[in-house]
Each structure stands twice: as structure tokens, then as C-alpha cells.
């Protein structure tokens, strides 16, 4: 069964740093999601993406983080300077529609630790 | 705006029994609510959905939620509850905007003891 796959599966980087989350989605699923988990703390959206752009994004996704399709398998997450609190689980999904009909598969997470 | 609840943080259940995890649920219009389930370290997979159609839903692993629209609850069921079931479940309802992202309650850990 396709799974959705991510690089790193563990980070650890240093305040102002800047990191790269990676993913592979599902091969025929047009639309891409980035969440995040806070440690004990519920699953929050932060953008999605579709047609290499962006469809929706939280007040998380401030311009610290940007998100790019560099080429038809992968979608990245990129920090541009690393706060403490980015430190939480970040998981990729996909779907195959947009529609509010079809399901979201998520990945195994990466888990950033911000030192 | 949409939002999910769960009420519990935790569920106990011993081995065999039937369990609950609860689920309320806020929307505009038609909800299209989810379950998932996250084992430790591990991503959250689908386990159900409801869109429309029979209230009562069947998934993966023998789950079924059960869709009441008067108590605006979503809640998760299995008749016979297995020490592997231990994990975290969330509810999810998919957002009204073009991304369709989702919006997952606080999550609530089942634990099922032999």
C-alpha cells in the first residue's frame, strides 16, 4: 500500500539555524499538507498546497516557513531561522482532492528539536 | 468557525470490553468528520470517516462511529477492545476553505489493559 514517507525522522538543530523537512507524498495525490504537534499538545494545521501553490495557511506559517514542490515527488517544509518553540513533531499528508470528501495520509512525522 | 472536542484525555478499558471515545463536533453546513489513530512514534492513520449517508460507519481494525446530528457527535466504538488498540485517537472535521485541511480535536488516550 503507497505510504507517505519523510527525511529526517529526527532533527536537532540550533536556535537561528535553518532546517529542511522532507516528504514524499503519495504519487497520485494532488494535494499537500503540513501539520505540526507541540509535545502533549493537539495536531495543528500550518499550510496546505495544491498546483505549486499555496491554498491555505495558518497565523503559524508566519514568513519563517515556506513550503516547495522542487520536483514531482518530493514537498519540502523549510525553516529559515529556528525558534525554541518550532520544536514539535511536523507531519506531511496528502490527499488526492480537495474535496472535504476524501481522507488525508499522513506520514510518520519528523520530530524537531530546536536547541 | 469548525471545531472538534474530546472530551476525555484518557479512556480505561479492560480486554474484551466495549469501548468509547468521544467526539463532539462545531460546523457550518454538512460536517465531514474523521478518525485517526496514532501509535507511538508513529504518524496518525485513517481509521474512518463519515460524509453522509448510514449514521453508523465501519472502518479499519473493526472500529465504527456512530454520526448523531442532534448531539452533534461523532463517536468512536468497537464492540471488543484489544491490548493493541492502546494509542492515541483523534477526531477531525475537514475545514470549509479551498485547502480542506483539518481541524483536529485535543486527542484522547485509549488504553486497554488484558
Known amino acids: 500500500e503507497p505510504e507517505v514517507t519523510q527525511t529526517p525522522s529526527h532533527q536537532v538543530t540550533q536556535m537561528g539555524q535553518e532546517v529542511i523537512l522532507r516528504c514524499v507524498p503519495i504519487?497520485?495525490?494532488?494535494?499537500f499538507y503540513w501539520y505540526r504537534q507541540i509535545l502533549g499538545q493537539k495536531v495543528e494545521f500550518l499550510v496546505s498546497?495544491?498546483?505549486?501553490?499555496?491554498?491555505?495557511k495558518s497565523e503559524i506559517f508566519d514568513d519563517q516557513f515556506s513550503v516547495e514542490r522542487p520536483d514531482g515527488s518530493n514537498f519540502t517544509l523549510k525553516i529559515r531561522s529556528t525558534k525554541l518553540e518550532d520544536s514539535a513533531m511536523y507531519f506531511c499528508?496528502?490527499?488526492?482532492?480537495?474535496?472535504?470528501?476524501?481522507?488525508?495520509?499522513f506520514g510518520p512525522g519528523t520530530r524537531l528539536t530546536v536547541t | 468557525a469548525q471545531s472538534v472536542a474530546q472530551p476525555e484525555d484518557q479512556v480505561n478499558v479492560a480486554e474484551g470490553n466495549p469501548l468509547t471515545v468521544k467526539c463532539t463536533y462545531s460546523?457550518?453546513?454538512?460536517?465531514?468528520l474523521f478518525w485517526y489513530v496514532q501509535y507511538p512514534n508513529r504518524g496518525l492513520q485513517f481509521l474512518l470517516k463519515?460524509?453522509?449517508?448510514?449514521?453508523l460507519v465501519k472502518g479499519s481494525y473493526g472500529f465504527e462511529a456512530e454520526f448523531n446530528k442532534s448531539q452533534t457527535s461523532f463517536h468512536l466504538k468497537k464492540p471488543s477492545a484489544l491490548v493493541s488498540d492502546s494509542a492515541l485517537y483523534f477526531c477531525?472535521?475537514?475545514?470549509?476553505?479551498?485547502?480542506?485541511?483539518?481541524?483536529f480535536g485535543q486527542g484522547t488516550e485509549l488504553s486497554v489493559k488484558p
Open positions: 499528508a496528502s490527499s488526492r482532492s480537495w474535496l472535504r470528501t476524501y481522507e488525508q495520509y
Open positions: 504519487s497520485n495525490h494532488l494535494y
Open positions: 498546497f495544491y498546483n505549486n501553490e499555496i491554498s491555505e
Open positions: 460546523v457550518s453546513g454538512n460536517p465531514y
Open positions: 463519515y460524509i453522509t449517508g448510514d449514521n
Open positions: 477531525a472535521v475537514r475545514g470549509l476553505d479551498q485547502g480542506g485541511k483539518l481541524i
